[in-house]
């Protein structure tokens, strides 16, 4: 039983990672519009030093959605070939994939009756 705790912990850990990092993507995007939106709504201000970082701030977002993108297709990626792992695993062994969801089941059903 250890092992399949272990492996649900792992999991668990796991998927709170994932939901944090496309938590921390959706937040980051709605920053990026709202920074956007700002230098949008100031392009019309005048002075040479406004007009300097203004450029600064939209070569920064440009960057930063070139990086977003790659992190999000990398996610993707990863995402991909762990299912492709599961679903290899779940076909080669039906019945501890049975007795992994069990166990996960009852230790998810025994942390929800606990509230």
Not at 1 to 17: F, G, P, V, Y
Not at 57 to 64: G, I
């Given at each position: 039983?250890?092992?399949?705790?272990?492996?649900?912990?792992?999991?668990?850990?796991?998927?709170?990672?994932e939901v944090t990092k496309e938590q921390l993507i959706a937040d980051f995007k709605v920053v990026m519009a709202d920074a956007e939106a700002l230098l949008k709504a100031s392009a019309n201000q005048g002075g040479e030093k406004l007009a300097e970082v203004r450029a600064r701030?939209?070569?920064?977002?440009?960057?930063?959605?070139?990086r977003m993108a790659e992190t999000q297709t990398a996610m993707l990626a990863k995402t991909k070939a762990a299912a492709d792992v599961t679903d290899a695993y779940v076909h080669e062994n039906p019945w501890k994939a049975i007795g992994i969801s069990a166990g996960l089941g009852l230790v998810i059903g025994l942390l929800i009756g606990r509230r």
């Open positions: 039983m250890n092992a399949i705790e272990s492996a649900t912990e792992k999991s668990m850990r796991k998927l709170s990672d701030a939209e070569e920064s977002l440009r960057a930063v959605k070139a």
